[in-house]
């Protein structure tokens, strides 16, 4: 009988950024949203207590509250990503964001939404066969 894993949402407020915005901005900037990102998600992994994990997949989800032009690229949204990622490691969530723990991460097209953030879905694989072992 196959189980079905366990799952968690972890969604932030703030539009995330992509690697286009990211490339022009000063080194300061960037290491100021990284930090930002980073904390938030630690917070929401702590607030929505999700226990440690040994092997994970991840789903990226941005969302958008613009009604009008163009989608970003679903892959542009990778430092944000990685940034919120981190923040989960940080929460020991699972003890590093290396091929060890993490099975895949899926990015997906943005979502129009309400308001802008950016949604991990956590999905607990640890009774999956792992890839690196």
């Known amino acids: 009988?196959?189980?079905?894993?366990?799952?968690?949402?972890l969604e932030d407020d703030e539009r995330p950024w992509t690697l286009n915005s990211e490339r022009s901005w000063h080194w300061s900037k960037r290491a100021s949203r990284t930090k930002t990102t980073r904390e938030k998600f630690f917070w929401l992994a702590k607030i929505e207590q999700i226990p440690h994990l040994e092997y994970v997949s991840i789903d990226v989800v941005p969302l958008t509250s613009s009604s009008t032009g163009q989608l970003a690229d679903p892959a542009s949204h990778f430092p944000a990503a990685k940034a919120a990622i981190d923040g989960i490691v940080d929460a020991n969530v699972i003890n590093d964001d290396n091929g060890k723990h993490i099975q895949r991460i899926t990015f997906w097209s943005p979502i129009r939404n309400n308001n802008d953030g950016l949604r991990l879905v956590i999905t607990d694989r640890s009774d999956n066969e792992r890839g690196y072992k």
């Open 1 to 9: 009988m196959n189980k079905v894993p366990r799952r968690w949402h």
